[in-house]
């Protein structure tokens, strides 16, 4: 991705001991970027959410365990700093899922090798993701390609929850790595953003990158995608997802289900894009997956820019008031038309998944 004609990735290293990201809790107002030197470093950076997304978080989890392998290569040294990253954030699978490969990586080699393998690793993981997020990209492309087809010369609407931009991945995005490609291949879109509570991704972070790209959009309030699919204003649904379970349950973004229900009712096709680092194998559904509960902050104030530029946080609600703010909610699998992945376009089902992924 491209800021200011610069190329950027989500995740970078600096030297061989530390790696760079982009302070995402300053955007969209002030383009920031952060050298993390250390795990403990990099389990702020993620809990505080400066980096997130689900792939994401597992890369910065990796280059943040090769970090710690540094100062210890010990075995039981991997085990905490796993465990200490591991527990930042719940619901991403991604990111257990890059600390055990690490994991797998660096146990039983020479104490030795262990700080290159480990750097190494980390990476590998973050290279496959961009290849992965490229591929889930052209394959989104052929649907976004039908749906232009049935209405030649008209622009293609796509409703989008959250983030799931190159600002989530380590380049590309999942849901909006297809709309790159539709864009660049010269078909007309116009994107719907929202996710404008609690955390306002969709106004902050997916406008900030839809706009840096060229792609046409409008934010939306939360509540008003409904309205719009009833309009006829939306031809489909992409969005992104931090938790696929093996029987193609969906958790992502709260709020999530709310659209995918207003798709279902409105005949709107739902489609959800991931690697196949998202997938959860040992979950059969989404009732066991665990939704981080986030702090009530968030729901009760908010962070903008004032007329003199100045960036301020301010209370919204009745003084006194309490919040409750899970972080994530599940979209049954029945909801979903399809999952676009790096190998293709499957059901949302058990069987689905395992015709991609026999293994
Ligand atoms: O809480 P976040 O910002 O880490 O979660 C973002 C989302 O829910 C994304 O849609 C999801 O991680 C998919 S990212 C490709």
């Known amino acids: 991705m491209k800021i200011n004609g610069q190329h950027y990735r989500s995740v970078w290293t600096v030297g061989d001991d530390a790696f760079g990201i982009i302070d995402q809790t300053r955007l969209p ?48 040294a991997i085990n905490k700093a796993l465990e200490m990253l591991a527990e930042t954030r719940p619901t991403a699978i991604n990111l257990k899922w890059a600390l055990w490969r690490m994991r797998g990586a660096l146990l039983n080699q020479p104490h030795g090798r262990r700080v290159a393998l480990a750097w190494a690793e980390a990476g590998k993981i973050a290279d496959e993701d961009v290849a992965m997020s490229e591929a889930i990209g052209f394959n989104g492309l052929k649907i976004i390609e039908g749906i232009a087809e049935q209405k030649p010369g008209q622009t293609v609407n796509i409703l989008t929850h959250c983030n799931a931009g190159w600002l989530a991945t380590v380049d590309y995005g999942t849901a909006l790595a297809p709309i790159y490609m539709a864009h660049d291949a010269g078909i007309p879109l116009h994107v719907w953003v929202d996710e404008t509570r609690p955390r306002n991704q969709g106004a902050s972070l997916t406008a900030f990158e839809l706009g840096s790209h060229g792609v046409a959009h409008t934010i939306l309030a939360d509540n008003a995608g409904g309205h719009y699919m009833q309009q006829g204003q939306v031809d489909m649904v992409i969005v992104g997802t931090d938790r696929v379970t093996a029987n193609g349950d969906v958790a992502n973004k709260i709020g999530t289900y709310l659209k995918a229900l207003a798709a279902k009712d409105n005949n709107v096709p739902f489609y959800v894009a991931l690697p196949s680092s998202t997938i959860d194998w040992t979950l059969a559904d989404g009732r066991d997956i665990p939704i981080e509960e986030r702090s009530p902050d968030e729901v009760l104030k908010m962070q903008g820019r004032l007329a003199d530029g100045s960036v301020t946080v301010v209370d919204i609600a009745a003084p006194g008031s309490g919040a409750a703010n899970p972080g994530f909610d599940v979209t049954p699998a029945r909801l979903v038309t399809g999952f676009i992945t790096e190998r293709g376009i499957c059901a949302a089902t058990s069987e689905g998944l395992r015709s991609l992924f026999p293994k």
Do not use: N
């Not at 383009?31 to 470093?41: D, G, I, N, Y």
């Open 29 to 76: 107002h002030e383009f920031v970027t952060l050298t993390l030197h250390s795990a403990e470093e990099a389990a702020h950076a993620i809990r505080s959410m400066q980096t997130r997304g689900a792939p994401l978080i597992g890369a910065v989890g990796a280059y943040g365990l090769a970090l710690s392998v540094r100062e210890d290569a010990s075995d039981d």
